[in-house]
């Protein structure tokens, strides 16, 4: 028998491992049991899918990539070599070391957690679908309903990354894709937070939040173009920002949006108000960092390593600066286990 809290809290966490195999005093696999096993093997086989689908880096192609083509590989390269993007070289102390003395360390990570904090309240639209009722008591929805009609929220969240995307690329910019997201978030974070409003605003306020849950791909685009002569630094960047992101969602979740509380929040739509407001601060701040500090530092990297590969080929006689050398051997470039292009690349 526990005498205090903490005995208990240390026998419920024994409890969770052993009922992560079995629900406890139940022999039957439930429609439960079964959603967690089908889900098990699409994460093992998308798993050794990737053994396969990811290309590695285009200086170093991954062999088991059967469906990488050289031609592509070089095309990686040139397009590596146009945007003067560092390839990849051995993680060391020292990456960390540079990493923790920059700006970025802190301010990507801050703004890739208040972005996804700031969304979470699209995950509630069926507890308050459940919780509609007709004038006699009886629900407005069925189960099924209540679990199918979000789907079409996913559906507008996947159509929104395509579009959000082609656009970030098309106009080449990433922060005003992340800041049209965060002044969409807000109108239906403001009109959950009065809540006294009729059910056709809120079933379009709970849509509209499936439009703005693709912050994550420009932010991360963004920390490229913003540290674009050193890779190992943009990982651990990234690295740290989704790390941080499940530190801080692990808890916090619990008190902004309470399960006892569903489906009228007291505190959860106010704070992705207050999340979203950050995030435009936070985008304020960061662009003018990358234009008065970034941005210059970047070039004067850029102009040093331009001058160091013009020197370095005047020097061997190549009469090559910055540019893509091809294999001269058909075989060379039909072999996935060689490095079928170079790049001269120089780092501060």
Not at 127 to 149: E, M, R
């Amino acid at each position: 028998m526990s005498t205090n809290v903490k005995q208990v809290y240390a026998l419920r966490t024994f409890l969770g491992i052993f009922e992560s195999s079995a629900y406890p005093g139940t022999v039957t696999l439930l429609s439960e049991s079964w959603l967690f096993i089908i889900n098990a093997i699409m994460t093992v086989a998308l798993g050794l899918a990737g053994f396969v689908m990811i290309p590695n880096w285009p200086d170093k192609p991954n062999p088991w990539a059967f469906w990488m083509k050289p031609r592509d590989y070089e095309i990686a390269v040139e397009r590596t070599a146009r945007f003067k993007r560092a390839t990849n070289k051995k993680f060391t102390w020292s990456t960390v070391k540079r990493s923790v003395k920059l700006p970025l360390f802190y301010l990507i990570p801050c703004l890739y957690v208040a972005t996804v904090l700031a969304q979470a309240g699209y995950q509630y639209f069926n507890l308050w679908l459940k919780a509609l009722k007709h004038a006699d008591g009886t629900p407005v929805w069925t189960t099924n309903d209540v679990l199918v009609i979000p789907i079409g929220g996913n559906a507008i969240a996947v159509a929104c990354v395509w579009i959000y995307a082609f656009l970030s690329d098309y106009f080449q910019t990433r922060w005003l894709i992340v800041m049209a997201q965060a002044v969409i978030g807000l109108v239906p974070a403001i009109i959950m937070s009065v809540w006294n409003v009729s059910d056709g605003a809120k079933y379009f306020s709970f849509f509209i939040s499936f439009t703005v849950l693709a912050t994550a791909p420009p932010i991360f685009s963004w920390l490229s173009d913003l540290c674009p002569h050193d890779a190992e630094q943009r990982a651990f960047i990234l690295g740290w920002a989704i790390a941080l992101y499940y530190a801080v969602s692990s808890w916090s979740q619990v008190l902004i949006w309470p399960a006892s509380q569903a489906p009228h929040y007291k505190a959860g739509w106010k704070v992705s108000i207050g999340l979203w407001i950050l995030v435009i601060l936070l985008l304020c701040f960061l662009r003018y960092m990358e234009l008065t500090v970034l941005r210059p530092r970047n070039m004067r990297i850029t102009s040093e390593n331009d001058a160091t590969a013009a020197a370095a080929a005047a020097e061997d006689g190549s009469g090559l600066s910055d540019e893509v050398y091809r294999t001269d051997s058909k075989e060379d470039l039909d072999d996935k286990n060689t490095t079928v292009v170079k790049v001269l690349t120089a780092r501060s």
